[in-house]
């Protein structure tokens, strides 16, 4: 037996190494990394100069506790971030990890209102289904019932609005009066709230696990923008999956030309090699806050020398590599294969992301919308033969009100054609066992 007791659904290979888009397990066994791990290892695994660059630091020093000492890593990778954050947010604050960076966000949007004599201003108005993190504070905001509902007596619960799925709606995501109309239940929803409580709204840009790759109608990301700004309201991207370049652009709200008030990003931002993540804050808002005693928040390993100097070394990957010029590349060719296949498999309901943040929906119709039966376990069964196929893709499962069985498809940022074709090949295969063992 384990000592560890982290859940999965079948027992899970043991990990021997990593390199580039691969992963092989004790046995030998090679396996495409599909998903880059949780849409982390955006510039693939034990890339040679990350790891030379942690090693030099290494040898110089792994801590530095930040109250006691500024770092070189720290400062060069706070300049990196802001330089490629909006104009504006040049403030970065360091954390190790997504939820903590959310965390990040919500105490220094309720800080700053504090400066403003606003105490009663602290609701968070985020979307259902949607993910934030599994702290308590981010859980509050997060829209996924199996992972709240036995939390919820412990949380001060956060007002929430529909995710704009218009593929479940019925309606054109391109559209512009889809995103108003989307947009507009934010306003709905500050109104009924009361607008002078109301102290944020978050949102991932593309949505990750909760909603499958979730692209926002046409419109949605600017009228959001619009309708925070006429009530006061701080408005949070959530970045820490699509922030680092995998949507096609650096940040997933790029892609709108908008700019946010605070950013939270991580996963790739570490790129698997080290917990690394951030805040990302407009200057006035730090400002403010330093200039009333100082922020209130900042956990042990923030800033830490070995993290950061890692952190630079995945942001100059991304750069010299045009890392972020190939996912939005691939990402067309992902694409057009997961199409390919939904042409062939009436099972695939949906494919949607943007760039190598992509996914694709099993539904048992895929006019009427209608989810597999539970008792299927599509999101389970289909990621097991696609093991035993060498790929390794993420699924989740969301019920009550929510979709269905949907798979991230997002191998790392440096994938060319031949390994992208390869791993559709696989999923193809994948798909074809998986028909064969349902019942039609
Ligand atoms: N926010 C978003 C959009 C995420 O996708 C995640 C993780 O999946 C988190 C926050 C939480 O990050 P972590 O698991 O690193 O705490």
Known sequence: MSNLFYQTKSPRPMLDRAEGIYMWDSTGKRYIDGSSGAMVSNIGHSNPAVLAAMRAQMDRSTFGYRLHFQTESSERLAAKTAALAPEGLNRVFFVSGGSEAVESTLKMARQYTLTHGDP??????????????????ALAITGYAPMTAPFDPMMQRMPKIPAPRAYLDGLDADDPATGGHY???LEAKILEEGPET??????????????GALVPPAGYMQRVREICTQYGVLLIHDEVMTGG???????????????????????????GYVPLGAMIARDDIVEAVIGSGGFIHGFTYAGNPL??????????????????????????????????????????????????LMAFEL???????????????????LVDIAYENGLIIYSRRTRGGTSGDHFLVCP???????QLDDLTERLDRSLASYMAEIPQ
Not at 315 to 324: F, K, N, P
Request: glycine share 14%.
């Open 120 to 137: 009663q201003r602290f609701k968070v108005i985020s979307r259902y289904p949607g993910y934030h993190g599994c702290t308590l504070g």
């Open 183 to 185: 947009a507009d239940m």
């Open 198 to 211: 109301v102290l944020a709204f978050i949102v991932e840009p593309v949505g990750g696990a909760s909603t």
């Open 245 to 271: 370049g995998r949507t096609g652009r650096f940040f997933g709200a790029e892609h709108w030309d908008v700019s946010p008030d605070l950013i939270s990003i991580s996963k790739g931002f570490g790129g």
């Open 307 to 356: 993290a950061c100097a890692a952190g630079c070394a995945v942001l100059d990957q991304i750069a010299e590599h045009d890392l972020i010029g190939n996912a939005a590349r691939m990402g067309d060719r992902l694409r057009d294969r997961l199409r390919g296949l939904m042409q062939r498999y009436p099972l695939i309901g949906d494919v949607r992301g943007k760039g190598l």
């Open 363 to 381: 539904m048992a119709d895929r006019h009427t919308k209608a989810p597999l039966p539970t008792e299927l376990n599509a999101h389970a069964r």
């Open 412 to 418: 790392p940022m440096i994938v060319d054609e031949a």
